[in-house]
């Protein structure tokens, strides 16, 4: 077998559900050892494309390869080389730490000790804990462990769907500290989260919406790639400040951002200076006087937004 | 002097000998947006039990719109609303039959109620999918119709519980924006979540660590104090410093 450039190739995967259209001719590789991650909300279809890719589905369209293997004609060899983390908690609830991971092990015909150097990073924060049964471990423990098993027959890829969903911010912060320690040139991570804030721990990340992806590239180009000046809007009263912005003639979108308002000025070719004076003076004429406006750096919620929102959603990659 | 919406003193709640809420004493202003944090098993839950009437203190007080939690219980059900991102709408009803199987359990007459559930369908443009099922609309919707459902009565005090998770970023914004507005209009709105993005839209926040507020003030003032840039890196060291 000659040496594959892309750890998953996937051309026009397409799929229906009746009528919805759950994958829209996605397109789309993974370079090996890359940690690469899907950001979309809910009914995105990331799930729906994970299934595929683990070989539990079968597209209506397109085609998808993983290590050189075919989803489809080579689903067998492919079962045994990749690990998949579902989004929904699927160990055995009444079965210890211990015995959840022996088990996975088995079906793989290897075993814990023979394993243990590459689950070590994970399980050593498990052990202390290996004879408490899976349904009485915290979400954030039950997430390693879930880790720990799809890992345990050394996949060379791992699809992990949604794992930091409903976890706390510490825990979360830990699981993707441990991708970071485990991903490398042995092991292609693809994970997805329904959290923009996320796409910094990924290489690349794919924008994804409606079954289609929106933009693909690094989180850094991503945010290089917002096609104007971003200007960030504070005061005291949000609710207020948003209406008046609404009505600054200049305005092409403002909508709220943490503690303040996000504004793009219709006009790309304005100095930011401009736009700042303009809308600080319009602000304070329509009963904001505390306004306090700047540039800001655009993040990769506000491209989601700019590309959402767009009439034409083309892969920019 | 404000109106205080919630006024919680050395509140207190042990089970057996485990202490899940350890003296949390604090106050959130009529009007307010005000967030309420904490990691897994930090004690929020049973706070906010306690806030809603559902579990009585074991010592310590709170005020809930001028009630007493412990001895007024109904009274605060009355003038409080709820939205849980689990459970809030029966799927099996119509979008209408929703917004009026609520106005019915809150005894709102019946006039009344009609003129709410045109004015609920108008505001969410919902006025063409009243007859479709829950289960059929789309996720943002249910959460837009769910939190307006937890406003029908006029409740004084509304308590969302993660309720923007899952939904694409400007589905999310429309539902700040819904937020914004309820407060604006005197309602106040505690908002419980563990993400911390979520907290920079509030006017405060606590973080609740081990059973105790350790963190207490507007996003900014909390940031600026702990020399942190997000409420995300305050609150891994509140919970890592535990």
């Excluded at chain 1, 937004?305 to 920019?316: E, H, K, N, Q």
């Excluded at chain 2, 074991?58 to 605060?76: F, L, N």
């Excluded at chain 2, 003129?115 to 999918?129: C, F, G, K, P, W």
């Amino acid at each position: 077998m000659s040496a594959t450039p892309s750890a998953v190739s996937v051309k026009d995967l397409t799929k229906r559900f009746g009528n919805a259209l759950a994958l829209d001719a996605v397109s789309f590789d993974v370079a090996p050892g890359e940690l690469f991650g899907f950001i979309g909300p809910d009914g995105a279809g990331k799930t729906t494309l994970f299934r595929i890719l683990v070989t539990l589905m079968v597209a209506d369209g397109g085609s998808a390869i993983v290590l050189d293997d075919d989803v489809v004609r080579d689903l067998w060899s492919l079962r045994r080389r990749l690990g998949y983390m579902p989004g929904r908690f699927s160990l055995y609830p009444d079965l210890s730490v211990e015995e959840n991971l022996g088990f996975f092990a088995s079906v793989f015909g290897t075993t814990i000790q023979r394993e243990y150097d590459r689950i070590a990073p994970i399980y050593s924060q498990l052990e202390p804990f290996k004879t408490r049964r899976a349904d009485a471990l915290s979400g954030g423990m039950k997430q390693k462990l879930a880790l720990c098993c799809a890992l345990v027959h050394k996949p060379e890829i791992l699809f992990l769907d949604e794992p930091t969903t409903g976890v706390d911010a510490v825990s979360r912060r830990e699981f993707w500290d441990l991708l970071s320690r485990i991903k490398g040139p042995e092991l292609t991570i693809v994970v997805s989260t329904p959290y923009m804030d996320e796409a910094d721990r990924c290489d690349r990340v794919a924008l994804i919406q409606r079954g289609k992806i929106l933009a693909i590239d690094t989180p850094h180009a991503l945010t290089a790639a917002f096609d104007r000046p971003l200007f960030s809007i504070a005061a005291a009263d949000r609710y207020h400040t948003l209406q008046a912005a609404r009505g600054f003639p200049r305005v092409q979108a403002v909508y709220p951002f943490g503690a303040t308002l996000h504004l793009t000025d219709a006009r790309r070719e304005v100095p930011a200076a401009q736009t700042v004076a303009e809308l600080s003076s319009y602000l304070r004429e329509h009963g904001v006087p505390d306004a306090h406006v700047e540039q800001t750096p655009p993040t990769i919620e506000d491209l989601f937004i700019s590309r959402m929102g767009a009439p034409d959603d083309r892969v920019v990659a | 002097m404000t109106e205080l919406a919630i006024d919680a003193k050395e509140l207190t709640r042990t089970f057996g000998s485990f202490t899940a809420v350890d003296h949390i004493t604090f106050d959130v202003h009529a009007g307010e947006v005000f967030g309420f944090l904490g990691a897994n098993g930090a004690g929020k839950t049973t706070a906010i039990r306690m806030l809603t009437g559902l579990l009585r203190p074991s010592s310590g007080s709170a005020r809930v719109a001028g009630y007493d939690v412990a001895t007024e219980s109904e009274s605060i059900k009355q003038v409080i609303g709820y939205m849980s991102q689990r459970f809030s709408l029966y799927d099996d009803l119509s979008v209408r039959e929703n917004i009026e199987l609520y106005g019915g359990i809150y005894d709102i007459p019946r006039a009344e109620l009609r003129q709410r559930v045109s004015d609920v369908l108008t505001q969410l443009h919902l006025e063409n999918a009243e007859k479709e099922l829950v289960r059929s609309i789309p996720l943002g919707w249910k959460q837009k119709l769910a939190f307006s459902v937890a406003l029908l009565h006029n409740p004084k005090l509304v308590f969302l519980d993660e309720p923007t998770s899952g939904v694409d970023p400007v589905t999310r914004r429309q539902f700040w924006e819904l937020i914004y507005e309820a407060a604006h209009r005197g309602t106040t709105v505690l908002v419980t979540t563990h993400y911390m993005d979520e907290a920079e839209y509030c006017d405060r926040i606590s973080i609740m660590v081990a059973g105790k507020i350790e963190a207490l003030g507007t996003p900014a003032d909390l940031k600026r104090q702990a020399g942190v840039s997000s409420v995300d890196d305050l609150f891994v060291a509140l919970a890592r410093s535990a």
